[in-house]
């Protein structure tokens, strides 16, 4: 079973790089404005993966806190607090 799973792993290994080298292109000479438009455009994607993650973490941080004062909260210390805080939001 254990021979298996590195067989596994090695295929898959191999499979992603096999992939990533068919899929690279490779560029013998590049004049300057072609390499800042690619580094340009590789600085936005990862710009947008990092705003990704961070609207994700964000949006996790704020459920597990609002689940967890749910959970703490009776029913009525919930009504409470949701109307001050309307009241206080219209005010």
Excluded: P
């Excluded at 455009?41 to 459920?63: D, E, M, N, Y």
């Amino acid at each position: 079973m254990k021979f298996s799973k590195v067989k596994a792993l090695a295929t898959t290994g191999a499979t992603a790089i096999y992939l990533g080298l068919m899929n690279a292109q490779v560029v013998f000479a590049a004049d300057g404005g072609e390499v800042k438009s690619k580094l340009t455009s590789a600085g936005k994607t990862i710009q947008g993966i990092l705003t990704g993650l961070v609207v994700l973490v964000g949006i996790c941080v704020a459920l597990f806190i609002i689940i967890k004062e749910c959970l703490t909260q009776t029913i009525h210390e919930r009504n409470q607090k949701f109307i001050t805080r309307l009241v206080g939001w219209l005010v």
